[in-house]
């Protein structure tokens, strides 16, 4: 995979949407430096500049159908499961997926697609992994980064190679029915509270607030939760927060 090093950037994923008729897939777009860093549900992601991985991924994923889609991000969040795994450090995945070591919330993962009738033309690969970054001055509630955790320092060229050779070769067969089924199962054994006990969620509608353990996930996305009298509720993205 092409790396290209960008120094500032509004965002990565927004110069890939920009360009994306002019650069060839698969190609890894890196910036020193992000001004509008883009994190779910709209909001910004911090990142001290030239301390973290902050990069996006033009892929083009041969034979992937629309309703298949969710089958990238289970793979981008595997993949960065290895990376960190590499590195010495257990990290799970919060549903949908974000990256955390223990209760802390080191990667975050925005995805877009481009889909036609029948396929996933190109999909914008959007990751924040907190690397050397000490202090974080944003009001994100648990963000941890890998020299916290471990006392090391990392080289962030060598690591951007590292995790690009990781990324490619997860997602190299993700339109083959059967590669799929074996990143959905990896998927489910890596979940983030996925121990089959209670815990704490939030309904976003309502507010209300219950306790509930994970029953499933679909392998289009949604999260099914057995609550504590035994039945199960399905909740599609946004839907559901954990607490």
């Not at 920009?18 to 897939?25: F, N």
């Not at 889609?69 to 290895?82: G, R, T, Y």
């Not at 997926?97 to 959007?126: E, P, Q």
């Not at 907190?130 to 690591?159: H, I, K, W």
Request: include cysteine; proline fraction near 4%; charge should be negative.
């Amino acid at each position: 995979m092409k790396i290209l090093h960008l120094d500032v950037l509004d965002s990565t994923n927004a110069y890939i949407m920009r360009e994306v008729a002019s650069l060839e897939a698969p190609v890894m777009v890196t910036a020193y430096r992000q001004t509008a860093g883009q994190g779910q549900r709209g909001n910004s992601w911090e990142a001290e500049p030239g301390k973290n991985l902050t990069f996006s991924i033009l892929y083009r994923p041969a034979g992937l159908p629309p309703m298949a889609q969710f089958a990238m991000s289970e793979a981008v969040a595997l993949a960065v499961v290895d990376f960190l795994g590499v590195h010495g450090l257990e990290a799970k995945v919060k549903w949908p997926n974000d990256i955390y070591v223990g209760d802390r919330k080191i990667c975050g993962i925005l995805i877009r697609h481009s889909i036609t009738a029948t396929c996933v033309d190109y999909s914008v690969i959007g990751v924040g992994i907190n690397a050397n970054q000490t202090e974080f001055l944003s009001d994100a509630p648990n963000p941890v980064s890998m020299a916290q955790l471990t006392g090391d320092r990392y080289d962030v060229g060598s690591l951007y190679a590292e995790i690009a050779a990781i990324m490619e070769s997860r997602l190299e067969h993700i339109g083959e029915e059967d590669c799929r089924k074996a990143i959905h199962s990896e998927f489910m054994g890596k979940l983030w509270r996925g121990d089959g006990k209670e815990h704490p969620f939030m309904d976003t509608a309502t507010g209300e607030r219950f306790m509930a353990s994970i029953a499933d996930i679909a392998v289009h996305g949604p999260m099914t939760l057995r609550l504590s009298d035994g039945s199960e509720h399905t909740y599609a993205f946004k839907e559901v927060a954990f607490i």
